[in-house]
């Protein structure tokens, strides 16, 4: 099915605007959709990200992505803006100006998310009962509980945790903020789980995967209380985009999800 691509720049509640792309289907009346959430410093352009929404369209399934404000074509700064409360709060500015479009079935709306995006992905359905399909891959529980755990004394003592963006190769510095509010009791993700009970959920996670183990997102799994599957994939690495051959390995069954239940 071919689609129509929307670029929109989506104001949140301060007034910043997120980069945001709509890929709507050319079918008539009110379709499902899938709000597609990135990880950490990751942004709307991965291509495991353009991937999925492609496929989605081609199926007939609205699909939205947007950058958390702070990062990438999104405004904002890293040191004032991005937190994951934003991008929680983010989530919701999105969430509302697509619920408004009159091509949208909200109640045929699905979650996607890799990685902290994932996190993000449950903690968006505890906030909106209504979801009707959850799908996240390789998502942690705490910063802790990822590699990101043996540097955390160091991040804290610099202030900030310095690495080369993926999106555009300039050197990025995250504030240490970040890490504390990511780990904040108000984003308790297990807890969050343990009502989620509305949406079908796929939860995908890696063998070889050394940056969030598996065992940390099958936590989030059994945490949750609505219909499951757990799929389990040995050649699975957390950063999976960067290898071609595993994209569709990863991406076939999570269309074949949102294709099934929306």
């Not at 099915?1 to 079918?27: C, F, H, R, V």
């Not at 990062?71 to 991005?82: H, I, W």
Request: hydrophobic fraction near 35%; proline fraction near 6%.
């Amino acid at each position: 099915m071919n689609y129509q691509s929307i670029q929109l720049p989506i104001p949140n509640k301060k007034g910043l605007k997120l980069a945001t792309e709509i890929y709507k289907p050319e079918s008539p009346g009110q379709l499902p959709a899938v709000l597609i959430f990135h990880g950490f410093t990751g942004y709307k352009e991965g291509v495991d990200l353009v991937d999925i929404a492609d496929k989605l369209a081609r199926n007939g399934i609205v699909a939205v992505r947007f950058t958390a404000s702070g990062f990438g074509n999104s405004e904002g700064t890293l040191e004032g803006d991005y937190r994951l409360s934003n991008h929680r709060k983010d989530a919701e500015c999105v969430y509302e100006y697509v619920g408004k479009l009159p091509y949208i079935d909200t109640a045929r709306l699905g979650v996607y998310g890799h990685s902290m995006g994932g996190k993000l992905a449950v903690l968006f359905c505890y906030d909106h009962a209504s979801v009707k399909a959850l799908c996240i891959v390789s998502a942690p529980v705490t910063f802790f509980g990822t590699s990101y755990g043996a540097i955390e004394d160091k991040w804290r003592e610099r202030g900030y945790f310095q690495k080369v963006s993926g999106r555009d190769g300039s050197t990025i510095r995250v504030p240490y903020e970040y890490l504390v509010d990511a780990d904040s009791p108000r984003h308790d993700v297990l807890e969050a789980a343990r009502h989620v009970a509305n949406p079908y959920a796929l939860v995908i996670a890696g063998e070889s995967d050394t940056e969030v183990p598996w065992q940390e997102t099958k936590k989030l799994y059994e945490s949750l209380h609505c219909p499951k599957e757990f799929l389990l994939m040995g050649e699975l690495d957390h950063p999976y985009k960067r290898n071609p051959k595993l994209i569709p390995l990863v991406h076939k069954p999570v269309i074949r999800f949102f294709t099934k239940y929306l």
